[in-house]
């Protein structure tokens, strides 16, 4: 398959190289900095800021999670905020308990906050999340602000310091550390979330519920993960601000600051780790000579910032959505992934059925959209070993006929059955896990991964690892076989020479390429391609079919929709002709091709 | 609670729920014709509010100014647009006159007017007046060229854009509240029910509203437009039918709709440059109730919070909107188990 040019070769390679150590040394670099910051002779005004910047950043972090990975979006943050520092004044100050046992309460009561808000909305459209976080916010300011054991609104005062085996960390210096060495661990541990399973499974969130969930991942549990994630960071964050400040009140964690932290984060860079603290950063800095320069520009007191983040909020969102981390990441050099996993141990494989087992039965499936019959009574058969084509002209139901066999829609009517059992009613993610897998008519990736990491999301039901073992990199393991999987798929259509790039790179052939080796990587016994021959050259066409032939030696089963007549000829042993919703025909393509219906459907009548 | 308590309260949360319906409304409106969370809806309630009451001191109302700076930044961005276009300079002055034709003129009306202790009806109009033209300013400002953009990425600008207009409805009103007189100091009593004329002109302007949007959506080819748009805005598109026309209409409806609300509440509580948003958030609960799509539902919505706010602040005044954003959670958790297939977008 001939190589696209691509933008990579600009660099020479000695000095990318360098250049790519440098990066891989910046994290640490970084993390030594902040953490020896305090011994060095630096005012204690700049340490006071950079405490407020760790403690901005960690919030910002779990919305970088949530809303630039997974595409929620939450202006409650604040509130976890709140929760984590009023559990920790009211246990060490009205009860006078130790502040470990502050921070576990603190967490636990914004996990199970959180989990009750996502169970609520995140079944519904993407908008219904920040509606419910912003009644949140409101419903825990004036809870604070009201409650008698919580001061109201004069708060809880004298929140002691913080010691760890006896040191006291006081306010100033000794907190910086423990508050840097939180906000980077947590960055760590984001990062290497990101850059896992049930991180791609968080990734794939942001492009629609379909093909997450046609991998076979439960993309509800993962956006409550997330979700949880956030909270979690927000009410460490809100912990740490309690013994920071020593005195809490309702105002730092009212709604408007719930609107800052996502501010933080979208100015950053929503889908980067760094651009929390990046925004954190900006933000706190800003704030504060805005905070002093704008009323002695207007002449009275007031919160005139607002001004200026409302308009900065809609002005970033116009012209550079991305955020400021952007602007770095584009002149870093991006690293290809170190090639580890020829040592590892392959994933194991499903037993395939028998040749000339019945595997699919589609009995008079239907589905109606309101008053419009889009799929008539259609039955057909798919036995172990064939390839079976599904024709007919625009329109005719093909790819609604797929959508009901791998659970994407409902039936309206009929049943199907994968070996002998019912399957329709099923959701997509238990069909995929029965071993149906499928690409889509317009390509479902995540374009800002790598191929490699594209196709690896179709093994999600071959791996276990959890988020957990994924934040503390205990599943690299897993990961190689993972990957080594990959790219025995990726060289299976012949693409492993491309393995490294973005897959939004790609021209639109080699991404249904792509969408074929990750349904492959799934492990399927019958592959369900949706028109896998549009958009790809003669010579990429006959190189598709030389693959599909050969998965068809290996026991593989085929459903392929596909216009390219020749391309469906040449390969397929039976075809089902479809024409307005129902079955026109079935034969074999001689059969079909001699046929003076399916003509007519095709070429109109002689009148 | 007996039941001469009970019928107050009920009075004074169908009062409020009326004002809430309206801009419940709005937000509806909005959300389907432009696919806008309009979160600053409260903001307009807020500006009708303190222009009138700026009017009542014979001062010329910040609105004035705040107005004139949105459209020069609006008439301003037709000269880069069209610059950038390379429009012939006939049509970008037509296009910035069209910009500036109302703002301008509805100003000098109010300037002239200021100091002239006009009737309260008379300035009540011009407030409408000047109030309507921000709703069609600020898509334009900081909406229209987004119009494709998701959701979400839509609600983080109007959060943006309720920071904004917060922070400039302080620098333009300052920060002290003012009650409006009202429009009607008759009063009507019935038992222990006091009918005050405000009430009554709240019930009868909410109702006005509604019959008349109605006939509007029904009977007029715009209002017609309108839904198109809100069905499918690529085929309203092909039909003819200006998308951003449309979020322009709508917005400006918009702000209609909360100038008249804030001229109806300002009678009956203080209102400051930020009050705005709790009355409009409580729009926004009604409006959740109905799926931000159903008009009817929003009505209902709208007065069943008003009767929740009335009847929480008697049991336990301090945490009255405790109860009322709370109850968002029962509505949301009853929507995601009736309908819970409206996954993507």
Known sequence: MSRVLTDVAEVPAPAKRRRIGLRRL???????????????????????????IGLYALVALGLVMLTGVAGLISFGQAAFVGVGAYTAAFLTVTLASSPWLALLLGVGIAVVAALVLGAITLRMSGHYLPLATIAWGLVLYYSMGNMEFLGKYDGILGVPTLKIFGLDLGTGRGLHVLIWAIALLAAWACANLLDSRPGRAIRALKGGATMAEAM??????????????????????????????????????????????????????????????????????????????????????????????GIVLVVVLKYAPEGLWTFVVRRLPRADRPRDWDASTPLPARAKPQRGEPLLQVEGVRKQFGGLIAVNDVSFEIRAGDIVGLIGPNGAGKSTTFNLITGVLALSAGQVRWRGEPIGGLPSRQIARRG??????????????????????????????????????????????????AERQLARIGMADRMHELAGNLALGPQRLMEIARALCTDPALLLLDEPAAGLRHKEKQALADVLRQLKGEGMSLLLVEHDMEFVMGLTDRIVVMEFGTKLMEGTPAEVQASPQVRAAYLGTEH | MDLSIASILALDGLTNGAVY???????????????????????????????????????????????????????????????????????????????????????????????????????????????????????????????????????IVSVGVHFALVGLGLFFFGAEGFRNPSFWDERFSAGALTLSGQTVIIFFASLALIVLLYLFFERTLTGKALRATAVNRAGARLMGISSSGAGRLAFT??????????LLIGPTTTIFYDSGFLIGLKGFVAAVFAGLASYPMALVGALGVGLLESFGSFWASAFKEVIVFSSILPVLLWRSLTDPHSEDQ
């Open chain 1, 26 to 52: 910046a994290f640490p670099l970084f993390a030594l900095a902040m953490l020896v910051l305090p011994a060095l002779p630096v005012p204690d005004f700049w340490i006071t800021q950079s405490n407020y």
């Open chain 2, 21 to 155: 319906a309206l801009l419940a409304l709005a937000t509806v409106l909005v959300f389907a014709v432009t696919r806008v969370i309009f979160i600053p809806q409260g903001e307009f309630v807020a500006f009708g509010a303190l222009t009138l009451a700026l009017f009542q001191t014979g001062q010329v109302p910040g609105t004035v100014w705040f107005l004139l700076a949105l459209a020069a930044a609006a008439a301003l961005s037709d000269l880069v647009n069209g610059w950038r276009h390379r429009l012939p300079a006939r049509r970008i002055g037509l296009q910035v006159l069209r910009t500036l034709a109302w703002p301008v003129l509805a100003s000098a009306v109010a300037i002239w007017a200021a100091p002239r202790g006009l009737p309260l009806v008379a300035q009540a109009l011009l407030t409408m007046a000047l109030v309507t033209p921000f709703g069609s300013l600020i898509y334009r400002l900081a909406y229209e060229s987004l119009a494709d953009a998701s959701v979400l990425v839509l609600l």
């Open chain 1, 216 to 309: 076979g991942i439960s993309t509800f549990r993962h956006k409550l993960l997330v979700f949880v994630l956030a909270a979690v960071l927000a009410a460490i964050s809100g912990w740490l601000f309690a013994f920071f400040q020593r005195t809490v009140s309702p105002s730092p964690f009212n709604l408007g600051k719930g609107i800052e932290y996502l501010f933080m984060a979208v100015l950053g860079g929503v889908s980067h780790v760094w651009g929390a603290f990046l925004g954190a950063a900006v933000v706190k800095l800003t704030e504060d000579q805005l905070q002093v320069l704008l009323p002695k520009l207007i002449g009275t007191s007031g919160n005139f910032e607002t001004i200026v983040f």
């Open chain 1, 436 to 485: 149906i897998s499928r690409t889509f008519q317009h390509v479902k990736m995540i374009a800002e991964m790598t191929v490699l990491e594209n196709v690896a999301l179709g093994g999600y039901l071959r791996g276990t690892s959890g988020s957990v073992r994924a934040m503390l990199r205990l599943d690299r393991e897993e990961e190689r076989r993972l990957f080594a999987e």
């Open chain 2, 253 to 262: 409806m918009a702000a209609l709709i909360g100038a008249l609300s804030g």
